[in-house]
């Protein structure tokens, strides 16, 4: 790529390359697009690369400029790559799954290539068996259509409820029927399953709740719910808005998770989910990409962004977190990190900004009040209670370090857990706003399953609200996703009560610091 800085009195109207003189080949002239930056890409077989080649300049009144004079040394030799390609020996029998590697060296640098032959989700055992392994060479998948495993599956459901278990989770719900020549995930058959487990639960031990783990986009995931006349699981985890919520604190953009909760609340309130920030998992992209298409967010350099942002590699983001399953050709991957490093205040307290640290602990505090403002059940991972950042030590642990989620299942810190006593403290500030937080939940019959729930316009992109009603009571629910103040205005003056200060205000506007949030009763 060879980029010119064009300076002249007059205007330049026209710029040319000029291939090299040949006796097989006519001098080819051709146009060079004038832009601010006036550059072109040489070494292709329109334009190649020799110390022949020329250009030329033209401005408006006719006058020309020619460079052929470089200061620079063309070898087309040592500019071509050379690759080193890592195959299969000659006649070699394959047997396994294989990925084709190498290293193409420039005089620019050196690139790693990848190219994977086989996707198929076979692992060969010791004994030369061949087993189906979906996620992991260790965790096989099990075969449903013979009666036995999911009689042995049943057994094993029974027993758990024997021992008092009140909850049962059903892992990766959607692949649990395999077929050839299929995806293997969202068969029909998934639901016939679930739906006979609901079944046999319902008449065993009634008490028992099935919890469904279905990371899926968001169109895939109500109908493991089933319908009222055949349900399925009883709760689901909230996948789809967990992610939501964590675009919209990179984005600082809110109209998909608008969208979100416009979508989740018209769902029958005996739909529960189960919400979160974070889990024992890693965070995956499994966003509405046609919604964000409208706003220009393809969805393959939009996840690249999100992982960047998370992995603090984009400018300006102090999250600190990893990437999980790189994906060497899609460039996809996954993340991992707590609600506490990823808000910014592993970062802060690094750098020893406690601006940067009181910005970060609201930001924390406002994800974790717009998730206990959901309809469902709220879950707070452990040691996000404290701000526990994460964990890098797995990354000596030979067991480990290839897994990236272990570094937001470090071991619970009670010492840093003591720290909550001291209300100065972040620990103690982000343990005492939740516990506000869930005691104002709890008294509240606004946040009851059955509530109606109705978006607005806030008349900004950085600020979602919404309002919770049942039975005569109004919560006004609103969350600034930016880092800078933001005022809503309303209609009219608004009688409210803010639930986390217990004072009473009659405004017309309110105003929010950055990350900041209002529960108020109104009036």
Same mark, same amino acid.
Request: aromatic share 12%; proline share 4%; with cysteine.
């Given at each position: 790529?060879? $980029? *010119? !800085? ?5 205007? =330049?109207?026209? %710029?040319e390359?000029?291939?090299p003189?040949s006796?097989n080949?006519?001098?080819s ?6 832009d601010?930056?006036t550059?072109?890409r ?15 300049f ?5 006058n ?5 004079i470089?200061?620079?040394?063309i070898?087309?030799?040592s500019d071509?790559?050379?690759s ?6 000659e006649?070699q ?10 290293v ?17 989700p ?5 004994s030369?068996e ?11 998948d099990l ?5 036995? $495993? *999911? !009689? ?5 459901? =029974?027993?758990? %409820? ?7 989770r ?33 008449i065993?031990?009634?008490s028992?709740?099935?919890l469904g ?9 109500a ?5 009222e006349?055949k ?26 998770l608008r ?8 769902l ?23 919604f964000?298409r ?32 790189e ?14 490093s ?5 970062a ?21 009040a ?6 469902g ?7 996000d ?13 030979t ?6 989620r272990?570094?937001?299942r470090g071991?619970f810190?009670?010492e ?9 403290s972040?620990?103690?500030r982000?343990?005492?706003?939740l ?9 509240n019959?606004a946040?009851?399953q059955?509530?109606?729930?109705s ?5 900004s ?10 039975k005569?009571q ?11 103040e ?7 003056n ?5 639930l986390?200060?217990?004072?009473k ?7 929010l610091?950055?990350y900041?949030f ?6």
């Amino acid at each position: 790529l060879i $980029v *010119f !800085n064009a300076k002249d009195n007059g205007h =330049l109207s026209k %710029a040319e390359y000029v291939s090299p003189p040949s006796k097989n080949k006519k001098q080819s002239r051709i146009p060079v697009e004038i832009d601010d930056l006036t550059s072109i890409r040489i070494g292709t077989e329109e334009c190649p690369i020799d110390d022949s080649m020329s250009f030329v300049f033209t401005d408006d009144a006719g006058n020309t400029n020619t460079m052929d004079i470089w200061s620079f040394i063309i070898d087309k030799d040592s500019d071509l790559p050379i690759s080193e390609i890592h195959v299969p020996e000659e006649m070699q029998v394959i047997t396994r799954d294989f990925t084709i590697s190498g290293v193409v060296y420039d005089d620019d640098g050196d690139a790693d290539i990848f190219y994977k032959i086989d996707d198929e989700p076979f692992t060969q055992l010791e004994s030369g068996e061949i087993v189906m392994t979906t996620f992991y060479p260790y965790q096989w998948d099990l075969n449903y259509a013979n009666p036995m $495993v *999911f !009689n042995d599956m049943i057994a094993n459901m =029974l027993f758990l %409820a024997n021992a008092g278990i009140d909850v049962i989770r059903l892992d990766a719900v959607p692949y649990i029927w395999k077929e050839l020549g299929t995806s293997c995930r969202n068969l029909p058959q998934v639901h016939n399953i679930v739906r006979m487990m609901r079944i046999i639960c319902e008449i065993v031990c009634p008490s028992v709740l099935l919890l469904g783990e279905v990371v899926m986009e968001p169109s895939m995931v109500a109908p493991y719910f089933g319908t009222e006349e055949k349900p399925e699981c009883h709760i689901l985890y909230n996948v789809t808005t967990m992610a939501s919520i964590w675009n919209t604190y990179a984005t600082r953009d809110v109209r998909l998770l608008r969208k979100q909760i416009d979508k989740v609340s018209k769902l029958p309130p005996n739909c529960v989910f189960l919400n979160y920030l974070r889990c024992h998992d890693d965070i995956g992209w499994g966003l509405d990409y046609d919604f964000l298409r409208y706003f220009g967010m393809e969805e393959i350099p939009h996840k690249r962004f999100l992982n960047d942002y998370f992995t603090g590699r984009f400018y300006g983001s102090t999250a600190r977190g990893e990437l999980y399953n790189e994906d060497q050709i899609s460039q996809d991957a996954r993340l991992c990190g707590t609600a506490a490093s990823l808000c910014g205040i592993e970062a802060a307290l690094w750098e020893k900004d406690d601006k940067a640290l009181s910005v970060a602990i609201d930001a924390d505090i406002m994800l974790h009040a717009f998730m206990f403002s959901l309809s469902g059940i709220p879950v707070i991972y452990s040691g996000d209670e404290v701000g526990q950042l994460n964990d890098y030590t797995y990354h000596d642990d030979t067991n480990k370090k290839f897994d990236s989620r272990y570094l937001h299942r470090g071991k619970f810190d009670r010492e840093l857990a003591k720290k909550r006593n001291d209300p100065d403290s972040y620990q103690g500030r982000i343990f005492n706003s939740l516990k506000k937080l869930g005691e104002a939940r709890g008294k509240n019959r606004a946040f009851k399953q059955w509530a109606k729930i109705s978006t607005f316009d806030t008349g900004s992109d950085n600020v979602l609200g919404f309002f919770r009603t049942y039975k005569e009571q109004n919560l006004l629910a609103l969350f600034n996703f930016c880092n800078e103040e933001r005022t809503v205005e309303f209609d009219m003056n608004l009688s409210y009560t803010d639930l986390m200060t217990g004072t009473k205000h009659t405004k017309q506007q309110i105003t929010l610091g950055a990350y900041g949030f209002v529960w108020a009763l109104t009036e």
